[in-house]
């Protein structure tokens, strides 16, 4: 017998990434461009996921569970945009995922600390990290 292969961190970023450009978002991964020519929208999102768990699924030690928890920092050029787009991710993220040959649990809204404003940046800019936890079984 075949075991499972493992859960794929990559097709659950993937599936996050979509929903919240589904939902008119613009949306970087893992931070923002870095050219010097770039500037910021007024609005976007940016992804930090982490890699995850490949969980048991029984005594078997079949891993094949996922468990992950994705930050998506919410930034905006002042504070009613940045809440624009947390309002924006939160309906993005309110229904579960889909990933191929998996069944994904609606996302869980674990929050976030409160907005704030980062000055290391010209102009200044507003982010609001929020926290989901993402899991998945094979189908």
Same mark, same amino acid.
């Given at each position: 017998? @075949?075991s499972p /292969?493992p859960? =794929?961190?990559?097709? !659950?970023?993937d #599936?996050?990434?979509a929903?919240l450009?589904?939902? %008119?978002?613009?949306v ?5 461009p870095?050219?010097s ?10 992804l930090?996921?982490?890699p995850?768990?490949? @969980?048991?699924? /029984?005594?078997? =030690?079949?891993?094949? !569970?996922?468990? #992950? ?6 930034v905006? %050029? ?14 993005a ?9 998996r ?5 869980e ?7 704030a404003r ?18 998945s079984?094979?189908?």
């Amino acid at each position: 017998m @075949v075991s499972p /292969s493992p859960p =794929d961190v990559l097709v !659950h970023v993937d #599936a996050v990434q979509a929903a919240l450009e589904a939902a %008119g978002l613009t949306v970087y991964l893992g931070g923002t461009p870095t050219s010097s020519s770039w500037s910021p929208p007024d609005k976007f999102a940016v992804l930090y996921p982490d890699p995850g768990m490949a @969980v048991r699924e /029984s005594l078997a =030690d079949e891993r094949t !569970h996922f468990d #992950a928890t994705m930050q998506i920092t919410c930034v905006g %050029g002042d504070p009613e945009r940045t809440l624009w787009v947390a309002g924006r991710v939160r309906q993005a993220m309110s229904q579960p995922l889909t990933v191929e040959g998996r069944q994904c649990w609606p996302p869980e809204d674990l929050g976030g600390p409160p907005l704030a404003r980062d000055d290391d940046v010209t102009p200044p800019l507003w982010f609001l990290p929020v926290q989901y936890r993402i899991c998945s079984t094979p189908a």
